[in-house]
């Protein structure tokens, strides 16, 4: 256990001596062990011990010390207004949260004041909006066992989506989990954990949570047969579980009322079923099959750059959700994200989309206007979930009262709308009419954030409460009426009446005046230059008063909560109204993208049988790179089930690795139901996409670069079949030049023979564009390079045929590596060539001699000499020299290398 968590060893040696309030937190430390418990003394939230010197040097706090009758302890803490700030900050260093607030006031006890743990904050169950991406999902996931089935569960907390899958594989679990991207997991008993990435918490919880029929008995309090919404045991376990986890993290946030919890109660409370633990917003559960969707890895996720770009250094923007997403709401963004991560697979479906897409598009009035009514949707989701767990406060009813006011103004503006999927969003556009009356009726048009201390609720909408406000009103204009009658009563022109929170009402005299004052004038309080005073009848009114106002005060929360639970009750109306208004977000988003930068409707093919595929692209652009560069060449793609294996060479910075992404990305954006970046595009669907570009190693893991390469490869050649799309890049790269040619021909050959994917496969194997003339359906591709006085120029075009070259000396000198260096280069090229080389050939030739002469290439260690230019080079200085791909080299690699194979020379 991490020793900033658990009981303080300090404390727990002396627990009988330890004062009242320092007891408590030991015992909330040894409830809550594996949680950094934050302590609520006054304005701050304390840690103590072990915890304090860990969160002091997290959070880049100030460690000071308490000092009390049994020692001195470490303390660090943070202001409690601010404590989201340092919460998120602990999360994301691996921690759990157990916040401990106080829940009896200090006034009200003549002993230690009474802390209970009220939440349980973990990085997949937050709910909170200052701790939470608002255009993005926070799932946490629970992965069972039933037999050798996996069951996979994933649940929002915030908005309460939940969806369910399982499979037998490991393997397709963990595409699953890296496709969701959880923060958080639980994992039952004997299910493994390798599914989960390594920036993937996962959290120990009780394993009887997984039991099947306390599972089942969990689900069944949400949902009407379990057993038929989900197709496995294994799924029931992980669901139920994951339900379980979820109200026992959320169930802190009633215990204020109900006082301090033991964490095994709180368990016991979630298998007992206790209804306040239930959270009444999961309303849905959906079970689906991966194989309904385009399938994306964690390596496609990655190398395709859909949400994160793959440089450290990389634009936020750099990526493909960043050039889809214009949406106007938290709502849009979230789905948007759905989609790109569950690309369709059932043309029909696609279709849909692309009608939806193609009207918004055309229609640029009705589309901005959506846009902008849009911008003032507030996130039901989230909003819905906080009103059905009793933490929405009024500011939040009125967000969604104004919410409600948009809908009719969206419904107005699809009122002609053609297609089925803009008419459907349109009959499921909600307005709640019942619910935004009431929230108007209930609810003041600026509340204040406190529901406790009045003033939220309308005039006019309960007599009780006009009644009480109406006598403290009066009482108050009493008072206020009053200091003038006794200025004129007394004839104490300075008198003067005031209010405080400790004297309450008093009427002040300065001493001066004091001989005026009348007998009726009762002292309460002397001040420096004056004496403050109570009548009778001023105290009397001031009960008057304050008994009116504190019963206003109670009256008003009352009629707010009775408010929140009846909105609540709409949990499911109100989802449904998010769902839609989310969806045509989205592809309002995608529409605008497709007008401002020319995107162009995709034609879908219907998957015939088992065919393989057709990618036709005309013109084609890469979505993301397009944006980031001041000129773009388009680029054509043709593959079809007779021509599905492309060879594709040319030098670095030529475009190979941007023109794979780009098709994989055109085809992609066309499952999402996005038109495309392209002048013209037939497409089939696909089943999935395998990437292997980018060197990559894995250092924690023990892996070199080229054993990753291997693992990836093991995949894509394992999974792949006639549906999938493979990208390759330079495979073969991290080992000698004869293995790496073996390894890249025999994965062509398997591809080509055995697999039937369609493939784009970059190389600077040049004998694998000869390799491609003897297999049926390969073919090879290039892009064009030229040589102007020794200098590259790139034209970034794709041209049928192989490369001439290489040309990595020239992307050296591009690059800025140092002329002697690349003087030196050359002469190397030469002699490994093992040519004499005449003043009128070119470096391309050069290459080119030692690319086609892998055959040749003599086996490490063998003792013979090479002469070239009249001296001679020693064989395995050769075949070093010969393994070296100069175009994959960065100029500090490339200086090294040469630096030490020309000291072995000397020596």
Same mark, same amino acid.
């Given at each position: ?84 700030s340092y919460i998120e900050e602990l999360l994301e260093a691996g921690y759990r949260v157990a916040v401990a607030d106080q829940v009896e006031e200090p006034g009200e006890t003549s002993g230690v004041v009474e802390r209970a743990v009220t939440r349980v904050i973990t990085p997949g169950t ?270 939040? +009813? $009125? *967000? #969604? =009262?104004?919410? &409600? ?5 969206? /419904? %107005?503006?699809?009122? !002609? @709308?053609?297609?089925?999927? +803009? $008419? *459907? #969003? =349109?009959?499921? &556009? ?5 619910? /935004? %009356?009431?929230?108007? !009726? @209930? ?22 409460? !006009? ?441």
């Amino acid at each position: 256990m991490d020793p900033a968590l658990g009981p303080p060893e300090q404390m727990a040696e002396k627990r009988d001596e330890l004062t009242p309030m320092m007891a408590q937190y030991h015992d909330l430390c040894a409830r809550y062990d594996d949680a950094i418990v934050l302590f609520q003394v006054g304005d701050f939230y304390e840690t103590f011990c072990g915890a304090a010197e860990r969160t002091a040097r997290l959070l880049e706090i100030a460690l000071t010390s308490r000092e009390d009758s049994t020692g001195e302890y470490p303390m660090a803490g943070i202001p409690i207004d601010n404590a989201e700030s340092y919460i998120e900050e602990l999360l994301e260093a691996g921690y759990r949260v157990a916040v401990a607030d106080q829940v009896e006031e200090p006034g009200e006890t003549s002993g230690v004041v009474e802390r209970a743990v009220t939440r349980v904050i973990t990085p997949g169950t937050l709910t909170e909006d200052e701790l939470l991406s608002s255009d993005d999902n926070n799932f946490v996931a629970a992965i069972a066992r039933e037999g050798e089935r996996l069951g996979l569960g994933l649940l929002d907390v915030s908005t309460g989506d939940f969806y369910a899958t399982s499979a037998t594989a490991p393997e397709s679990i963990a595409d699953e989990v890296s496709r969701f991207d959880p923060s958080e997991a639980v994992v039952g008993p004997d299910a493994p954990a390798d599914p989960v990435p390594d920036d993937c918490m996962v959290t120990p919880f009780d394993a009887r949570a997984f039991d099947r029929e306390r599972a089942a008995d969990k689900l069944a309090a949400y949902f009407r047969n379990p057993d038929a919404l989900l197709a496995a045991d294994a799924e029931i376990r992980a669901c139920g579980a994951l339900l379980a986890y979820a109200e026992y993290v959320r169930g802190g946030e009633h215990e204020g009322e109900r006082g301090d919890v033991d964490d095994e109660e709180r368990v016991e409370a979630v298998f007992e079923g206790d209804a306040e633990q239930r959270l009444e917003y999961i309303t849905q559960l959906t079970r689906y099959d991966p194989r309904e969707y385009l399938l994306l890895d964690a390596v496609a996720l990655r190398s395709l750059e859909l949400f994160e770009p793959r440089t450290v250094h990389g634009r936020d923007d750099a990526t493909l959700v960043g050039v889809l997403d214009e949406t106007a709401s938290a709502l849009g963004g979230r789905k948007l994200r759905d989609w790109i991560r569950r690309p369709l697979l059932e043309p029909a479906r696609i279709e849909a989309r692309h009608d939806a897409v193609a009207e918004l598009k055309s229609a640029v009035r009705t589309r901005e206007r959506l846009h902008d009514r849009l911008r003032e949707v507030y996130d039901l989701e989230r909003l819905i979930g906080r009103i059905s767990r009793e933490r929405a406060n009024a500011r939040d +009813l $009125r *967000s #969604l =009262r104004d919410t &409600l006011a948009v809908v009719p103004q969206i /419904r %107005e503006q699809l009122a !002609d @709308a053609d297609c089925e999927r +803009l $008419r *459907s #969003l =349109r009959e499921n &556009l909600d307005p709640l009419a019942d619910v /935004r %009356e009431l929230i108007e !009726d @209930a609810v003041v048009a600026e509340p204040p954030i406190e529901i406790t201390e009045g003033g939220i609720i309308a005039e006019g909408y309960d007599d009780d409460l !006009d009644d009480l406000r109406g006598t403290a009103r009066d009482g108050k204009q009493w008072i206020d009426d009053l200091e003038e009658r006794e200025r004129e009563r007394t004839g104490i022109d300075s008198l003067k009446v005031g209010h405080n929170s400790v004297h309450g009402y008093y009427i002040e005299v300065t001493n001066p005046n004091l001989d005026s004052v009348p007998e009726n004038y009762q002292r309460r309080q002397t001040l420096k230059n004056s004496e403050r005073f109570v009548t009778p009848k001023l105290k009397e009114r001031e009960d008057e008063i304050v008994g009116a106002q504190q019963r206003a005060d109670e009256r008003e929360y009352e009629l707010f909560c009775e408010v929140r639970s009846e909105i609540a009750a709409e949990v499911e109306r109100v989802q449904g109204l998010a769902e839609a208004i989310a969806a045509l977000d989205a592809l309002i988003s995608l529409a605008t993208v497709a007008a401002q930068y020319d995107y162009c409707r995709p034609e879908m093919l219907e998957r015939d049988g088992r065919d393989g595929l057709e990618i036709d692209v005309e013109g084609g652009r890469h979505p993301v790179v397009e944006r980031t560069q001041e000129s773009f060449v388009p680029n054509d793609a043709r593959l079809t089930n007779d021509r599905r294996l492309a060879v594709i060479t040319g030098p670095n910075m030529s475009g190979k690795s941007t023109y794979m992404r780009q098709v994989a990305q055109i085809v992609l954006l066309a499952q999402v139901g996005s038109f495309v970046p392209a002048r013209a595009a037939r497409l089939t669907p696909v089943d999935r996409i395998f990437t292997r570009v980018g060197a990559s190693d894995d250092i924690a893991g023990g892996r070199s670069t080229f054993m990753v390469e291997m693992d990836e490869l093991a995949t894509i050649l394992r999974e792949a079949d006639e549906r999938s799309l493979v990208l390759l890049d330079e495979v073969g790269r991290g080992t000698s030049t004869a293995d790496g040619m073996a390894i890249a021909q025999a994965i062509t050959e398997h591809l080509h023979d055995r697999v039937g994917a369609t493939t784009l496969f970059a190389t600077h194997h040049h004998p694998l564009t000869e390799l491609a003339d003897e297999l049926g359906a390969a073919f090879t591709l290039h892009f064009e390079v030229d040589e102007d006085d020794g200098e590259v120029v790139f034209h970034h075009e794709i041209a049928p045929g192989a490369a001439t070259g290489s040309y990595g000396v020239e992307v050296a000198t591009a690059a800025g590596v140092p002329e002697t260096v690349v003087e030196r280069s050359r002469e190397l090229v030469s002699e490994a060539a093992g040519d004499d080389v005449d003043d009128g050939e070119s470096i391309e030739e050069r290459e080119d001699a030692i690319d086609g002469d892998a055959s040749a290439e003599p086996t490490a260690g063998a003792a013979a000499a090479a002469t070239a230019d009249g001296g001679d080079i020693p064989t395995d200085i050769a075949t070093e020299l010969r393994a070296l791909d100069l175009a994959h080299l960065t100029p500090v690699e490339a200086l090294t290398e040469l630096d030490r194979l020309k000291r072995l020379l000397e020596e």
